[in-house]
């Protein structure tokens, strides 16, 4: 099954912009983020990698470079995207190099992939600020990273807690 492949300059609309977050399982990140007022739709993928048209079964080997992601679609009328890096803060560990819980190897890594500078500025201060807080006691690890190809992954783990009826990682 070939992923569809998106490219950056489709990210934004007049009314809608788009965020890329990866924090380990993307199911998870998924259903939290879904339920964000002004998130208007969520996809998962695969991004930040050099093989093309890549699998699950492919990027889970650790070996393509790419991060298992969500693709946030939003109104940024009814929500900021620091609200949303508020929420990619608070929804993993962003200390834990390469991994979530049991789910370990690169793909799985925390990363923001920003669409433009604004973006970049907005997740870099974010980053300091959580960074400072206290919150944690080892240093954050997450990535800060310029988006690049999208890969929308397999159809079946698009939308999968509402495939199966509930559930979650350990998000």
């Known amino acids: ?91 993993h560990d962003p200390t834990q190099l390469n991994r979530q819980g049991f789910d370990i190897e690169t793909n799985y890594r925390s990363v923001i992939f920003y669409h433009d500078g604004e973006q970049k500025v907005t997740a870099e201060a974010s980053k300091e600020r959580v960074s400072k807080s206290g919150r944690y006691r080892r240093s954050i690890v997450t990535e800060i990273a310029p988006a690049s190809t999208f890969w929308k992954a397999e159809e079946y783990h698009q939308q999968y807690y509402k495939k199966i009826g509930g559930g979650s990682c350990r998000i």
Not at 7 to 24: I, R, V, Y
Not at 39 to 46: E, L, M, N
């Open 1 to 91: 099954m070939m992923s569809k492949h998106i490219h950056c300059d489709e990210t934004m609309t007049e009314t809608t912009h788009k965020a890329t977050f990866g924090a380990g399982c993307f199911w998870g990140i998924e259903a939290a983020l879904q339920k964000v007022k002004g998130v208007v739709s969520t996809q998962v993928g695969y991004m930040g990698g050099t093989v093309k048209n890549p699998t699950y079964k492919v990027v889970c080997t650790g070996k393509t470079g790419h991060a298992e992601v969500v693709e946030v679609t939003y109104d940024p009328s009814q929500v900021s995207y620091e609200e949303l890096l508020n929420v990619f803060w608070e929804i």
